[in-house]
C-alpha cells in the first residue's frame, strides 16, 4: 500500500513540474525590433522540433521531401546559420578539430604548428552567434604561443589578424550562399 502511495505520489509531482514548464519565455526587448516591448512575441508558440524545421520529416531522411528551408540559410539541422558554419569549417580546415558543436555553433581546434616555424603554434575558436549570415554573426578566438627554454608561453596576437580570420570565414560564407542559390538574373 506504501509503494503505491508513493508512486501515485511521485506520477503527480512529475505532471505538476510537467505542467510548470509551460510558458516559461520572460520577456525581452531586441533593439533592432521596431516594436519596443514585442521583441520575443509568439515565442510560445512552437515552431518545430529540436530537429529542425517543423520537425522530423522522414521523406527528407531517405533523400526525398520538399525543400523546407527558410531562406537564412539556417539549416534544418543545426542551430545555426549553415553557410557561417561551413564556411567556419572551410577556413580552419587545415587544422586539427578537438570540438565542433553545430547546435551551440563552437568550433574548436588543437593546437596547430606551422613547418615554417615550429617555434610557434596557433589555435583558434570560432563563435556562430546567429542564424543570419551577418557581419556580426561571428566571432573568432585566435591564441598564440611560442616555445622558448622548452617551454611554450603565450604571444600576443594583433587585432587586426583576428578581423582578417573572421573577414575570410565571411567572404566564404557568402560564396556558399551565392553558389546554393538560383540564378536571379
Do not use: H
Not at 515565442?43 to 517543423?54: F, K, R, T, V
Not at 540559410?73 to 549553415?82: F, L, Q
Amino acid at each position: 500500500m506504501k509503494l503505491n502511495m508513493w508512486a501515485s505520489t511521485l506520477l503527480l509531482m512529475g505532471f505538476f513540474a510537467l505542467a510548470a514548464c509551460e510558458n516559461v519565455i520572460a520577456p525581452m526587448d531586441d533593439p533592432d525590433t521596431p516594436e519596443p516591448g514585442q521583441s520575443n512575441r509568439d515565442y510560445d508558440q512552437p515552431e518545430g522540433s529540436i530537429l529542425g524545421g517543423d520537425g522530423l520529416d522522414l521523406r527528407s531522411l531517405f533523400g526525398g521531401g520538399a525543400n523546407r528551408g527558410s531562406g537564412s540559410g539556417g539549416g534544418g539541422g543545426i542551430g545555426v546559420n549553415s553557410y557561417l558554419w561551413r564556411a567556419s569549417l572551410d577556413t580552419i580546415s587545415f587544422m586539427p578539430l578537438v570540438s565542433a558543436d553545430p547546435f551551440g555553433g563552437v568550433i574548436i581546434t588543437d593546437w596547430f604548428t606551422p613547418l615554417e616555424t615550429p617555434d610557434e603554434r596557433f589555435k583558434i575558436t570560432v563563435y556562430i552567434l546567429d542564424r543570419q549570415l551577418r557581419a556580426d554573426g561571428i566571432r573568432v578566438a585566435l591564441f598564440r604561443q611560442n616555445r622558448g627554454n622548452g617551454q611554450w608561453a603565450n604571444a600576443k596576437i594583433g587585432k587586426k589578424t583576428v578581423t582578417k580570420l573572421e573577414n575570410q570565414i565571411l567572404t566564404r560564407a557568402r560564396q556558399l550562399r551565392l553558389a546554393a542559390k538560383p540564378d536571379l538574373n
